[in-house]
């Protein structure tokens, strides 16, 4: 991993964390975006979805990858009314299925021999209860959030790298991978990462009950960080820039609390809410500031600032046993 010349990040306190200054960083600083490409997946909602506008309006070509087309076009639809442009595409994936997203990948590569950002964003929450599991019999939370983007990462990567060395373009430039995880992912377990509880079907449903949905989706956004991280040691030299980051997305109106308890819901929303315009703010500062390029292996919190993870977060032991786990678990795809 390359050694960022920023000095060490200091920690935000939770306070801070949860209610955050107002932002010294916005939407509009994002720059000309002209011969860029960008794959975010959820972009058809919410943070994904605005997340999309912008890059949009400043002239980069998107691929909006989510899995219901008749939402996505109905994005789509909605931001090239907004903007006046019509740079963005659909790319149909349903991460709950890595059959899905090997063929979203494929699908992808056939298409573009670069790409410059790729913004793992969708996401989903199922609390306090057990959601359902993935195709493959995974928890949805860690099946989604984790596995299904991790082997969409690792399916691009050929491409990724290709592009930060120019050989397509003749110009070699960092390229970036941009994780949306939470300030939630303190709320994993004690010990981290419970490995019971990432095995298939109904042999996890012990350890999946004992650590509850709240649990079960720390510990997917607890992923979400180590995976990240790994990735920047991994490729960091090869001139991928790897940053997870909390959005804010527990204060910002978005798709994610859509599964919540509505009680819980209202009290989210009475507390502290947040516009969209906001939560977005994160994502764009680390796919496109030139200040992030120096935060490789970062995790950032709202309104783009740098923060210090949990100290399961910063655990590079488990985050090598997180991505050997994974390559196992895609292997056969």
Known sequence: MSASKLPPPKRVGSFSEKWPPKPTWTAEAVSDLTGKIFLVTGGNVGIGLDTCRVLVARNAKVYLAARSEERARTAIDDICQSTGKSNIHFLKIDLADLASVRKAAEQYISMEQELHVLINNAGVLYSPGIGPQTTQGYDVQFGVNVLGHYFLTLLLMPTLLRTAKGEISGTPRP????????????????????????????????????????????????????????????????????????????????????????????????????????????????????????MNGEYLTAWARRQVPSKHAQNQEMAESLWKWCEEQVSSF
């Open 175 to 294: 390229v970036r991978v941009v994780t949306v995880s939470s300030d939630g992912h303190d709320m994993a377990a004690k010990e981290g990462i419970v490995w019971d509880s990432l095995q298939k079907g109904d042999a996890a449903m012990p350890a999946r009950k004992k650590l509850t949905g709240t649990r079960l989706y720390g510990q997917s956004k607890l992923g979400n960080i180590l995976i990240s991280s790994e990735l920047a040691r991994r490729y960091g030299d090869q001139g991928v820039v790897a940053i997870s980051l909390h959005p804010g997305a527990w204060g910002v109106k978005s798709e994610l609390l859509r599964h919540l308890h509505p009680i819980l819901a209202w009290i989210v929303e009475k507390i502290r809410i947040y516009p969209v315009s906001l939560g977005i703010i994160t994502s764009l500062y680390a796919a496109t500031s030139d200040a992030a390029l120096e």
